[in-house]
């Protein structure tokens, strides 16, 4: 924007060039020319300014959002509990902390995995039922074996709660170990 603003500068000086040489001419027809032009670029330079001012503003709420997005990954991160995001495929978008240690891997390897590879077993009725549920919206309590990478399988329970978003569905695992 500060780019556009310098190129205002000059166009005003070369209209006051302008200006002075109209009126020495006396014709007043360019004399009205020059005159719209001057009312045309303090137009520009007003809408400019608004524009401006709505950039500042859209800067201002980025910020908030980052912030507030920044806070709540810091409160989904530290929950005590097991927390998964997966869409209705069963795919891993996020887990906290808490998600990575019960399966034993890295956050950042943990999403984009099927959560069905750490089923120790039904995987089919598993994801049966999630593509029911998903499809239903509803919300379950559910008991399941795991098998955490490098770990004995452990039975759980997860409270599954359907979220419609603009991408689609999304299912979000809360994780408590039976």
Do not use: C
Not at 62 to 79: G, M, N, P
Not at 108 to 119: E, T
Not at 132 to 146: D, P, Q
């Amino acid at each position: 924007m500060n780019a556009n603003r310098l190129q205002l500068a000059p166009a005003f000086r070369r209209l006051a060039t302008l200006q002075r040489r109209v009126e020495t001419q006396h014709d007043t027809t360019v004399q009205q020319a020059v005159d719209e032009l001057l009312r045309s670029l303090n137009d520009l330079r007003a809408g400019q300014a608004q524009l401006l001012g709505q950039r500042e503003e859209i800067e201002a709420v980025r910020a908030d959002l980052r912030a507030e997005r920044e806070k709540y990954t810091q409160l989904f991160d530290s929950a005590p509990d097991p927390y998964l995001v997966t869409d209705a495929q069963l795919t891993i978008l996020s887990a906290n902390r808490a998600g990575a240690d019960l399966f034993n891997i890295s956050q950042r390897f943990l999403s984009g995995k099927a959560l069905s590879v750490f089923l120790s077993k039904d995987r089919d009725r598993f994801i049966a039922d999630a593509t029911r549920l998903a499809s239903a919206g509803e919300s379950e309590e559910w008991s399941f074996g795991i098998r955490p990478r490098e770990r004995a399988p452990l039975e759980v329970k997860a409270r599954v709660v359907v979220h419609a978003t603009p991408e689609g569905v999304e299912l979000h695992w809360v994780i408590r170990p039976d």
